[in-house]
């Protein structure tokens, strides 16, 4: 009997504890919680310190408010005192993935901790090889979720720094920039497809609710961001990827890679946007790319041939191909533009407009379509028209066509707007409207045009 009255004690003793640290866990939260959501991060320290190192996987908030609490700490302080505080918070981020292994991607929080570091590079005397190993772990450890804008090309330009420094191959540099485009384009058209839906619905007339206004913005936001990254990493990888140094590398690796699609189609698919296609290579790389693995891509390629060869009509016949081989809505966006490009530049404006209005079913929210179609019709407003006004009521029609470039794309805004001034700008103005006599009325615009528009009212 005494023995199961001493068990029972001994029960309720484990028990009143148990609950008793339960509380003081729940209370040093709770302390935590308020002062951080007041920001007195300073006030929060202590009770974080406190239940991150008794209970670390009380509370996912713990480290949730912990980054806050700490980023204030490296805010305010410097040298030694920073590194450490810097160095805990890579620590913690460690921490979160050990307790919260399911809400903590490891390509996101990966990118984060190696950003931190490099933007800290300085005071943590951190060298490009061991942050750049440092984003490449994280790449590879999860690429999916390796997204962030400022650490893709954070990671990049690292490489860039390493190939001047004479630590990373010409090889390396090209397939590091084929990984980060190809991962920012498969970004892009996440995002485009999302804002899609969106646009879509507001161009039907209905209002977007106030929660799809926010996803609208937060799109739009990424898109932005992602844009301007495009341009850096490219900017970053300048003449280093000239047809001088391209074809060698190409013509060295070619043997051991003309049985590796991927590797193939890159080659190709740099050489082109390089305006390398006159090399005899890029036939060799095209032909046995389309030979191993026909695609949307190998068919496209060759239609650039068949156009180098003059054969244009057997180019389109590719290019058609390349569509129809196509089954992702933005990548076949992509080619219609492409298509719209060559064709605009060989001055076939209405087969050009064409395929610039297919590139706006299948991407709705890619703006260059539109002011692709505006410039055409800028440059046709001499020559569409039977008098001087109506000739230059062209430009109300590039205009409006240029407006429509800035209300679907967030990338655009600012040029589709001085775009679309400068257009109104050579239209008729208010005293030869008022001459003219026609204040909202239709005009019709012939030659290839083959579309109207109403003289705006005085």
Not at 115 to 120: A, E, H, I, V, W
Not at 291 to 315: C, F, H, M, R, V
Not at 350 to 360: E, I, P
Request: glycine share 6%; aromatic share 12%.
């Amino acid at each position: 009997m005494k023995t199961k009255i001493t068990l029972l004690l001994s029960i309720l003793f484990i028990g009143l504890n148990y609950v008793s640290a339960q509380d003081e866990d729940s209370s040093t939260l709770s302390i935590m919680s308020e002062y951080a959501k007041a920001k007195n991060y300073d006030a929060a320290y202590k009770p974080f310190m406190e239940l991150r190192e008794r209970n670390p996987n009380y509370s996912r908030a713990i480290y949730v408010y912990g980054e806050k609490i700490l980023d204030d700490k490296i805010e305010k302080s410097s040298g030694a005192e920073q590194a450490a505080y810097i160095n805990d918070l890579v620590k913690m981020w460690q921490e979160r993935e050990e307790h919260y292994a399911s809400k903590t991607p490891k390509g996101e929080f990966g990118a984060k901790a190696c950003q931190l570091m490099y933007d800290n590079k300085e005071v943590l005397k951190k060298t490009d090889e061991e942050l750049y190993a440092c984003f490449d772990a994280a790449y590879k450890a999860d690429p999916d979720t390796f997204t962030n804008p400022k650490s893709l090309y954070t990671y990049f330009s690292l490489m860039v720094d390493l190939f001047d420094a004479g630590k990373k191959s010409a090889g390396e540099l090209f397939t590091k920039y084929d990984e980060v485009v190809e991962k920012v384009e498969s970004e892009v058209g996440n995002y485009s497809e999302n804002l899609n839906v969106l646009i879509e619905k507001q161009d039907a007339g209905t209002a977007l609710t106030s929660k799809e206004e926010r996803y609208k913005n937060s799109y739009e936001s990424y898109l932005n961001a992602y844009d301007q990254i495009s341009s850096s990493i490219n900017s970053k990888l300048g003449s280093r990827a000239n047809c001088e140094n391209l074809v060698p590398l190409y013509t060295k690796d070619f043997e051991a890679n003309k049985d590796n699609a991927v590797w193939l189609q890159r080659a190709a698919g740099n050489m082109s946007a390089k305006e390398c296609t006159d090399d005899p290579l890029f036939f060799k790389l095209v032909n046995a790319y389309h030979d191993l693995s026909p695609s949307a891509n190998s068919a496209y390629y060759l239609g650039i041939l068949k156009d180098k060869e003059g054969k244009t009509t057997e180019a389109i016949q590719f290019y058609e191909q390349a569509i129809s081989l196509e089954s992702d809505s933005f990548k076949k966006a992509k080619l219609y533009e492409k298509i719209g490009d060559k064709l605009k530049t060989r001055g076939s404006y209405a087969s050009a407009r064409g395929y610039f209005r297919n590139a706006l079913k299948f991407n709705p929210s890619n703006g260059r379509p539109h002011l692709k179609i505006a410039d055409m019709y800028n440059k046709s407003a001499n020559n569409c028209g039977d008098t001087n006004f109506n000739k230059r009521a062209v430009f109300w029609l590039a205009a409006i066509e240029a407006e429509k470039a800035g209300r679907v794309d967030p990338t655009l805004k600012s040029a589709a707007a001085q775009s679309a001034a400068s257009y109104r700008a050579r239209a008729p103005q208010k005293a030869e409207i008022f001459s003219e006599g026609n204040a909202g009325q239709k005009i019709n615009i012939g030659c290839w045009i083959g579309a109207s528009v109403t003289v705006p009212s005085l």
